[in-house]
């Protein structure tokens, strides 16, 4: 189911001033935050730059690390790669015009870069700006087909117009090139985007469906749970589904749909 930027540095920031309480002529100056790093080096290679922007990026410094990339670029101006790092950083700073700029800076230099078209598509995922996101990605899986993580990116965006059937399409081919994929998106993936709550349970329904028709009964089971939790009510639909025939047979299904776990208020 994460990203590039405009070139302003954005690590400068404005300086905010705010009225004192005792007195309206009175104010207070908040300075931008201190560096956590030193500023890059002049003598460093773009490679060095690159490489520490890409350490701090790992320790969430997404504004140092948009600055040394930055300077990477400055050492040498074509590096797609650096874009769309600087890209992701500002994705995860939620500065998603900036961001779309970076990326679409990385697809001039590189036009076959996979990468950037799929966060491009995030970009516009997480404007919900959908049928964007869709054609987004869907142009990543033309350069890079065997990518799960691009598949579940077109999946969520399926999910997101309610077209549950490609939805459920574009999980499948995910899962089968990543069986895993959704365990590791599970806390920053589509769930946690949603709606609502109904909009959660029907996901986690789609992937106990999906599971169970790929044989695997314990995730079933797992996000089965998981939807009666979170209140879906079509949950009923478990004992019709052809996907789940065999699942059906399993012990612990039997346990799970007796007890039907209270669901969780919001």
Excluded: C, W
Aim: hydrophobic residues 35%; without cysteine.
């Amino acid at each position: 189911m994460f990203r590039p930027a405009s070139f302003l540095t954005l690590g400068v920031l404005s300086i905010l001033t705010v009225a004192h309480t005792q007195s309206a002529f009175n104010q207070i100056q908040i300075s931008p935050p201190l560096r956590q790093v030193p500023p890059p080096a002049r003598s460093a290679s773009a490679d060095e730059l690159e490489k520490e922007g890409d350490q701090l990026r790992s320790q969430k410094a997404y504004l140092d690390a948009i600055d040394y990339f930055h300077a990477a670029l400055e050492k040498e101006p074509d590096r797609a790669s650096v874009l769309n790092k600087i890209g992701i950083s500002e994705l995860m700073l939620q500065h998603y015009k900036d961001a779309g700029k970076s990326f679409e800076q990385a697809i001039k230099r590189d036009r076959h870069f996979s990468e950037a078209y799929n966060n491009l598509g995030v970009v516009d995922y997480s404007r919900r700006k959908y049928g964007a996101a869709i054609k987004k990605y869907r142009k990543a899986i033309e350069m890079a087909p065997d990518s799960p993580s691009f598949y579940s990116n077109l999946g969520a965006a399926y999910f997101a117009v309610k077209n549950y059937e490609r939805a459920s399409q574009a999980y499948a081919k995910a899962v089968e090139l990543d069986p895993h994929i959704f365990e590791r998106t599970s806390h920053t993936g589509i769930a946690a985007q949603m709606a609502s709550p109904e909009d959660r349970a029907r996901y986690d329904y789609v992937l106990a469906k999906l599971y169970a028709k790929m044989g695997d009964r314990d995730r079933s089971l797992e996000y089965l749970r998981r939807a009666i939790e979170e209140g879906y009510k079509g949950v009923n639909d478990v004992y019709r589904d052809p996907e789940f025939a065999d699942l059906r047979k399993d012990s612990r299904f039997l346990e799970l749909m007796k007890a039907r776990p209270v669901p969780i208020p919001e």
